[in-house]
């Protein structure tokens, strides 16, 4: 799996699971600022989604520099990222069901790696 790809599929899982965050949060206080919290969600997730996706390869392998809070730097390229296993196959599982039937299915050994 390309890692632009990758990194798609990671952010449609973390807006997927922001909807799972918005129903928990909206149970104790529906109403105390829940629409300016959805906003703010949601618009988040949508700028994620769609500087992904407009990066090319060149753009996703090159490096950072940041400050931790701690005030110390850091450097990281927007590709550095690896997802827990069992995250990742679990927002394939949902939203790819065919991965799981075979139907679609990249060759065996491009599969290992996904």
């Known amino acids: 799996m390309c890692t632009s790809t990758l990194l ?3 952010f449609r899982h973390k807006a997927r699971a922001d909807d799972e965050l ?9 109403d105390r600022h829940s629409a300016e919290r959805h906003a703010a969600i949601r618009q988040t997730d949508g700028w994620h989604l769609a500087h992904i996706g407009s990066l090319d390869d060149a753009a ?3 490096m ?3 400050n931790f809070t701690d005030g110390s730097a850091g450097v990281l390229s927007q590709a550095g990222i690896t997802p827990p296993r069992d995250l990742l196959t679990g927002h394939l599982h949902l939203t790819e069901p065919g991965r799981r039937e075979g139907v ?4 065996a050994t491009a599969q290992a790696v996904a």
């Open 8 to 10: 798609l599929k990671l």
């Open 60 to 62: 996703l392998v090159q």
């Open 22 to 30: 918005l129903a928990c949060v909206a149970q104790p206080d529906a």
């Open 64 to 66: 950072l520099g940041f």
């Open 104 to 107: 679609g299915a990249a060759p």
